[in-house]
């Protein structure tokens, strides 16, 4: 199923628990916007939709930091002096070239770690959380880890912590609704589904 088909249902799940609650309209529609977060968080794995909206083009990341290095590299020539200068012009050199070899594929797990230290800069659990799940990600296999029970235990985990946070009532059904609907319409049960979810990773890798 593609990320449209994804979204579509987690905005539904997400509509049918505001509906549960009676929320108002203004709780509905965070909540169908959070649903439609869920149901397509465990696609993070691989480039879609919500990847491409949460991260920055490697080509910005690249520019940005490249430009950066060369500046480091001219001000320690030309005002630094001694040991500082030498320290200056390697840390251009090296930013120059850490940044040249970034890729797309990378911008995902920078992203990850963003999240984390903004989470512990602000202490907020749940956001501490969702940047680890974000950057086991960005390192694991296509309907893998995001795909299984263990996926769906961590981010009810971030849900839970999120709704304690705002303080709105619905947000922990609706992130496991939409999440859980995602696997579900991945999996072979589904006629149009080649491919199934392997939930009970790392126990079993059997495709459901």
């Not at 009676?22 to 916007?33: D, F, I, M, S």
């Not at 879609?48 to 990341?61: A, D, E, P, Q, V």
């Not at 060369?70 to 040991?83: A, C, D, P, R």
Request: charged letters at 10%; hydrophobic letters at 50%.
């Amino acid at each position: 199923m593609n990320g449209t088909a994804h979204a579509a249902v987690g905005a539904a799940t997400g509509f049918i628990v505001a509906n549960t609650y009676t929320a108002p309209p203004t709780e509905t529609a965070l909540l169908v916007g959070i649903g439609v977060v869920a149901g397509l968080l465990p696609d993070l794995d691989i480039d879609g939709k919500l990847r491409g909206r949460i991260t920055l083009s490697h080509k910005l990341f690249q520019s940005v930091g490249q430009l950066i290095g060369i500046l480091m590299i001219f001000y320690s020539m030309y005002e630094g002096n001694g040991t500082n200068q030498y320290i200056g012009l390697g840390i251009g050199l090296l930013l120059f070239v850490f940044t040249s070899f970034i890729k797309q594929r990378h911008m995902l797990t920078l992203t990850g770690i963003a999240v984390i230290a903004v989470g512990l800069s602000l202490q907020e659990t749940w956001l501490f959380l969702l940047g680890i799940f974000i950057l086991i990600a960005s390192v694991v296999s296509h309907r893998s880890y995001t795909h299984s029970l263990l996926g769906v235990v961590f981010v009810g985990y971030i849900a839970y912590r999120l709704e304690m946070s705002i303080g709105l009532i619905g947000v922990q059904n609706t992130c496991l609704a939409g999440y859980i609907s995602h696997l579900v319409t991945d999996s072979k049960f589904l006629p149009f589904n080649k491919r199934g979810v392997k939930l009970f990773l790392p126990l079993s890798s059997k495709e459901f």
